[in-house]
């Protein structure tokens, strides 16, 4: 925003309202009230018929899964022993778990956040990591900035378009008042003395316990990509098993096996989403800090009037 356009701004806007808590309520609250989704008679009464629904195609589901007389009652890797554990879930489950929410006072099918809260957390959260944000691409692209040396990242990460954490290696010192207040100081590495005893809480023991730079294959070695990889690996083997059981018209293993690949392929999207740019690139990457605040002003503009 301008100096001018600043001048002619409401009041509100030039205390930088996103750092007012009440304002910040205020809005939340609005946005609530208006983007409430449906709890009328007719969406209780439609859970509520779609829970005794699930209550019954539960029940039929896990009688389906029953062993016919003369067939061996162990639980085994099959399509029936999927029906017996599927049907009982439903049942017990899923089947009362809309009926009891068609009842509740809350009455929605899940606590579900609005889009335009959602979307000024995102906006509030750009705006403070924006410094941030800047000092890590000046020190990224600089190789004689002061900073350079402090950032970690490897040549294949560039190749698969990972995602830059800028807060994983930068942040702002802090300083406490007498009074308790704390004010932000300037940016510092988070491996520096100074971030180090500006950032510290303490323990039961009366120990400070302090949170340094996060190394980049901390992200990488998670249980989530650890399954990826393994399922990646085993996949050569789980083609032959899948055109061994077309030939012999196995198609319960079939089936285990077209789960096991629809599994593979949620978990690759969820960790290509979450980690990477490939899908889903930063919209904001070259946005300056006064279009996010307009946008924010603009957000808070069509859910609250103004007085």
Same mark, same amino acid.
């Given at each position: 925003m301008t100096e001018d356009a600043e001048e002619l701004a409401p009041f509100w806007w030039k205390v930088r309202w996103y750092q007012d808590d009440n304002l910040e309520n205020k809005l939340i609250e609005a946005i609530r009230v208006k983007d409430k989704p449906s709890t009328g008679t007719v969406y209780r009464l439609f859970l509520f018929v779609c829970g005794i629904l699930f209550f019954f195609a539960g029940w039929i589901l896990w009688n389906i899964g029953l062993p016919a007389e003369g067939e061996s009652g162990a639980v085994g890797m099959n399509l029936k022993t999927l029906f017996f554990f599927t049907g009982i879930f439903v049942q017990l489950a899923i089947g009362p778990y809309f009926a009891f929410v068609s009842i509740s006072n809350y009455g929605r099918l899940s606590p579900l956040v609005p889009k335009a809260q959602i979307e000024y957390f995102r906006l509030k959260k750009a705006i403070y990591d924006r410094e941030v944000y800047d000092h890590y691409w000046a020190a990224l692209r600089d190789p004689d900035h002061?900073?350079?040396?402090?950032?970690?990242?490897?040549?294949?990460?560039? /190749?698969?378009?990972?995602?830059?954490?800028? $807060?994983?290696?930068?942040?702002?010192?802090? #300083? +406490?008042?007498?009074?308790?207040?704390?004010? /932000?100081?300037?940016?510092?590495?988070?491996? $520096?003395?100074?971030?180090?005893?500006?950032? #510290? +809480?303490?323990?039961?023991?009366?120990?400070p316990l302090f949170q340094g730079p996060t190394h980049p294959l901390k992200r990488i070695l998670t249980l989530p990509m650890f399954l990826f990889i393994f399922q990646l690996l085993t996949f050569p083997i789980v083609v032959i098993n899948a055109i061994i059981s077309i030939t012999i018209n196995d198609w319960e293993i079939l089936f285990q096996i077209s789960i096991g690949f629809l599994l593979m392929i949620l978990l690759g999207n969820y960790l290509i989403r979450r980690n990477t740019d490939l899908i889903n690139a930063d919209a904001d990457t070259d946005v300056v800090v006064e279009d996010l605040e307009e946008r924010s002003r603009l957000l808070y503009e069509r859910y609250v009037t103004i007085p």
């Open positions: 002061e900073h350079h040396n402090e950032i970690i990242r490897y040549k294949w990460m560039d /190749r698969v378009r990972w995602k830059h954490h800028p $807060s994983d290696f930068f942040g702002y010192q802090i #300083f +406490t008042k007498e009074s308790g207040e704390e004010t /932000r100081g300037p940016i510092v590495p988070k491996s $520096s003395a100074e971030y180090r005893n500006s950032n #510290f +809480t303490l323990d039961e023991n009366g120990d």
